[in-house]
């Protein structure tokens, strides 16, 4: 059996997961989880209990959920690849380093900008989320900016693991607009170079159910119930 993505739509972070699959050349399978509704049912609920996505059922069945483990499951498998790296070498704690930074600082930057998008708050308290994730918006991508400076990929001259969770989490500025990313021509850079990727073009056209052309392993798409049922067999 093929490894299965659940990612979640619309502009789930998974979208680097999928995009990570695409540059592993690894068989997967995807299965699209419409967020909010589709996370709370049974099915889904029996794959990760946290009702949150993405999530990885393995070759052999085990649940591998979070982004960093998922994407870290996925380089283990893929070193040859390029995106990643053997355990316990320099480059390996380097990639760590970068996963860990998008994840803590650049993801959680936008977490008060999706409280007030997706809940009910009163004008002052939308306007002091706002201001509050702006800062931190505009100090992740400053931080980041620096991080990247003149090279042409976050770790350096070869595409990783990080490049592909950036781009998932960098588009979340159509959302919010509280930066410009023209004023960080680095980033800008990688973006408009990552935006021309072709695992990039087909992640883009898999969450808009437009056709796809993958450039990797990828298998298909299966519906929740019909994943749920591969999991109780495996």
Not at 46 to 54: H, K, L, R, S
Not at 131 to 143: F, Q
Request: with cysteine; proline share 5%; aromatic share 10%.
């Amino acid at each position: 059996m093929s490894p299965i993505l659940y990612y979640g739509v619309p502009s789930g972070c998974s979208f680097g997961s999928i995009v990570a699959l695409e540059w592993s050349g690894l068989p997967y399978r995807l299965v699209r989880v419409e967020m909010p509704e589709m996370i709370h049912t049974d099915a889904y609920r029996a794959i990760n209990p946290v009702g949150e996505t993405p999530s990885l059922m393995s070759a052999n069945g085990d649940v591998v959920v979070e982004s960093m483990a998922i994407l870290n499951h996925i380089g283990a498998r893929a070193v040859a690849s390029g995106i990643a790296f053997e355990q316990g070498s320099r480059e390996f704690d380097e990639l760590n380093r970068m996963l860990a930074f998008l994840n803590t600082t650049f993801f959680n930057a936008f977490s008060s900008l999706w409280h007030v998008l997706e809940h009910e708050v009163d004008p002052a308290t939308k306007a002091a989320l706002t201001e509050y994730g702006r800062a931190k918006v505009e100090r992740a991508h400053a931080e980041l900016e620096k991080m990247l400076g003149d090279k042409p990929w976050l770790l350096g001259e070869q595409r990783t693991l990080a490049d592909a969770y950036f781009i998932g989490i960098a588009r979340w500025t159509k959302y919010h607009a509280v930066v410009d990313r023209s004023d960080y021509p680095n980033l800008q850079r990688l973006y408009d170079k990552l935006e021309a990727d072709p695992a990039v073009i087909f992640a883009h056209a898999i969450e808009d159910q437009r056709p796809a052309t993958s450039s990797g392993g990828f298998e298909g798409e299966i519906g929740l119930e019909a994943a749920a049922g591969l999991k109780r067999a495996a």
